[in-house]
């Protein structure tokens, strides 16, 4: 592979460099044992054992992993009692940040080493590149442990199928990480509102993007090069395919799969049914060392109780214009959301529809914010109304969390008490079958049928 042989200058990035540019910057204070940044200081002390408490593993503990680490630390009675990561850098961080929490977890390099070797877990948290999440999964559900796993479920449907009938082998809970599914607001806004109460009267649009600006392929310090031996061991050609595997068919689906999955699985939550087919146009456009494309914007078509409904999805990387959001469109309104308040968090009602100040004083809505004033121009050449927006009623529900810790939340819930989980297996499976056959899409470029069995696995 022409990335790996021409090791690019990023190969040759500082220690220095890599702490102040990457995502992970301020990893080097936890490297040496102290605090990073805004810490999980509000979390119960760890070291008071409870009777429920769960033991768990993190298996990966690279940037998502330490996302999941950060929320876990925040509930109640988990303890991370070993970590896993084929990156000493990894291992030395986690290991460190846990340490100042009360966690003093066993360290391991291989994940087969630690479940050889762990006794009395109860759970583990798999938080590695895609192409090993089935394999992890499978082996923790037969070692007799519950699993979250980070979405998406797979790079490959075959893989993703087989994690859903090692759970159901197994007897043992495997949440999938789409973690809206268990943020209040996604549940009070697609449930209550949307579903419940008709708030859009039919929703005939969806629309939803994830638009990022241009970024510079990741690198790593010098002195935390992974041996050649050991990245053969696991399957990567070099540094720069471990660093950034997302971008590589191998090991990853490419930014449609890596973000769009979050947000399509909402099209169906709302619909209450799978696409009909999808129609994409996308390409490698931009980026010349990524083997997946680097833009891609997709339609969904679905065939709804009360009749064909649509959805529009894009994901750019060359611009963040606009950031994250989900729209949905119906004739009586729309609703905007977002995991981020400010880029969506607000119902717009259209002048014909039926009145919601009654939802607002029952607090499913709050009241409406002062719309913008109309305003004519006029000139000689063309005669320009500006209609105004309709006003805003924003929700009531707010997220006080990090976005993951509902999620996390429900599947320990689920592990000690029983209750459903949010994304099951079967239910993660539907939203990998639509992004998988949307990048299959782009290939083909022509339109792509789904068939109702194809989303049973």
Same mark, same amino acid.
């Given at each position: 592979?022409?990335?790996?042989?021409?090791?690019?200058?990023?190969?040759?990035?500082?220690?220095?460099?890599?702490?102040?540019?990457?995502?992970?910057?301020?990893?080097?204070?936890?490297?040496?044992?102290?605090?990073?940044?805004?810490?999980? @200081?509000?979390?119960? $002390?760890?070291?008071?054992?409870?009777?429920?408490?769960?033991?768990?593993?993190?298996?990966? &503990?690279?940037?998502?992993?330490?996302?999941?680490?950060?929320?876990?630390?925040?509930?109640?009675?988990?303890?991370?009692?070993?970590?896993?990561?084929? +990156?000493?850098?990894?291992?030395?961080?986690?290991?460190?940040?846990?340490?100042?929490?009360?966690?003093?977890?066993?360290?391991?390099?291989?994940?087969?080493?630690?479940?050889?070797?762990?006794?009395?877990?109860?759970?583990?948290?798999?938080?590695?590149?895609? =192409?090993?999440? !089935?394999?992890? !999964?499978?082996? &923790?559900?037969?070692?007799?442990?519950?699993?979250?796993?980070?979405?998406?479920?797979?790079?490959?449907?075959?893989?993703?199928?087989?994690?859903?009938?090692?759970?159901?082998?197994?007897?043992?809970?495997?949440?999938?990480?789409?973690?809206?599914?268990?943020?209040?607001?996604?549940?009070?806004?697609?449930?209550?509102?949307?579903?419940?109460?008709?708030?859009?009267?039919?929703?005939?649009?969806?629309?939803?993007? +994830?638009?990022?600006?241009?970024?510079?392929?990741?690198? =790593?310090?010098?002195?935390?090069?992974?041996?050649?031996?050991?990245?053969?061991?696991? #399957?990567?050609? @070099?540094?720069?395919?471990?660093?950034?595997?997302?971008?590589? /068919?191998?090991?990853?689906?490419?930014?449609?799969?890596?973000?769009? *999955?979050?947000?399509?699985?909402?099209? @169906? =939550?709302?619909?209450?049914?799978?696409?009909?087919?999808?129609?994409?146009?996308?390409?490698?456009?931009?980026?010349?060392?990524? %083997? =997946?494309?680097?833009?891609?914007?997709?339609?969904?078509?679905?065939?709804? /109780? %009360?009749?064909?409904?649509?959805?529009?999805?894009?994901?750019?990387?060359?611009?963040?214009?606009?950031?994250?959001?989900?729209?949905?469109?119906?004739?009586?309104?729309?609703?905007?959301? *977002?995991?981020? $308040?400010?880029?969506?968090?607000?119902?717009?009602?259209?002048?014909?529809?039926?009145?919601?100040?009654?939802?607002?004083?029952?607090?499913?809505?709050?009241?409406?914010?002062?719309?913008?004033?109309? *305003?004519?121009? /006029?000139?000689?050449?063309?005669?320009?109304?500006?209609?105004?927006?309709? #006003?805003?009623?924003?929700? $009531?529900?707010?997220?006080?969390?990090?976005?993951?810790?509902?999620?996390?939340?429900?599947?320990?819930?689920?592990?000690?008490?029983?209750?459903?989980?949010?994304?099951?297996?079967?239910?993660?499976?539907?939203?990998?079958?639509?992004?998988?056959?949307?990048?299959?899409?782009?290939?083909?470029?022509?339109?792509?049928?789904?068939?109702?069995?194809?989303?049973?696995?």
């Amino acid at each position: 592979m022409g990335i790996s042989e021409k090791r690019p200058a990023i190969d040759r990035i500082t220690r220095r460099d890599f702490l102040k540019s990457s995502a992970t910057a301020g990893l080097g204070v936890a490297l040496a044992g102290t605090a990073l940044g805004q810490s999980p @200081s509000q979390a119960a $002390p760890a070291a008071a054992k409870s009777a429920d408490e769960l033991r768990v593993a993190v298996i990966g &503990c690279g940037a998502q992993g330490r996302v999941l680490i950060e929320s876990m630390l925040r509930i109640p009675s988990v303890r991370i009692a070993a970590i896993c990561d084929i +990156w000493s850098y990894s291992r030395q961080y986690a290991g460190n940040y846990l340490k100042k929490y009360g966690h003093v977890a066993n360290v391991y390099e291989d994940y087969r080493e630690l479940l050889a070797a762990e006794k009395g877990l109860q759970a583990a948290v798999v938080a590695t590149p895609d =192409w090993v999440h !089935a394999e992890q !999964a499978d082996a &923790c559900l037969r070692a007799g442990l519950h699993v979250y796993c980070e979405k998406e479920m797979s790079n490959s449907l075959d893989k993703a199928r087989s994690m859903v009938l090692a759970a159901r082998e197994t007897g043992k809970l495997l949440q999938i990480g789409h973690q809206r599914r268990s943020n209040p607001r996604y549940i009070h806004a697609i449930d209550r509102l949307i579903r419940d109460r008709s708030l859009l009267g039919r929703v005939t649009v969806a629309y939803a993007q +994830w638009n990022r600006a241009k970024a510079d392929l990741l690198g =790593w310090p010098e002195k935390y090069v992974i041996d050649q031996a050991t990245l053969d061991k696991y #399957g990567y050609n @070099s540094m720069t395919e471990f660093r950034n595997w997302r971008l590589f /068919k191998k090991f990853g689906g490419g930014p449609m799969v890596d973000l769009g *999955s979050h947000q399509i699985d909402l099209f @169906s =939550w709302v619909y209450g049914t799978h696409p009909k087919s999808v129609v994409a146009s996308g390409g490698l456009d931009y980026y010349k060392n990524w %083997e =997946w494309y680097d833009n891609v914007m997709a339609i969904y078509e679905f065939e709804t /109780k %009360e009749g064909t409904s649509r959805a529009f999805y894009q994901v750019q990387t060359t611009t963040q214009h606009g950031g994250f959001y989900e729209t949905f469109m119906g004739d009586n309104g729309s609703l905007v959301l *977002s995991e981020i $308040p400010q880029r969506g968090n607000w119902a717009m009602r259209e002048p014909h529809a039926p009145e919601w100040d009654s939802l607002a004083k029952a607090g499913l809505l709050q009241s409406e914010s002062v719309p913008i004033q109309k *305003s004519t121009t /006029k000139n000689v050449y063309v005669d320009v109304r500006v209609t105004a927006e309709a #006003g805003r009623w924003p929700l $009531p529900v707010e997220l006080a969390k990090p976005a993951h810790q509902p999620h996390l939340e429900n599947f320990f819930d689920a592990v000690r008490r029983g209750t459903s989980l949010n994304c099951p297996a079967e239910l993660a499976y539907e939203s990998c079958v639509a992004v998988l056959k949307t990048n299959e899409a782009v290939r083909a470029r022509r339109v792509m049928d789904f068939r109702p069995e194809q989303f049973k696995a």
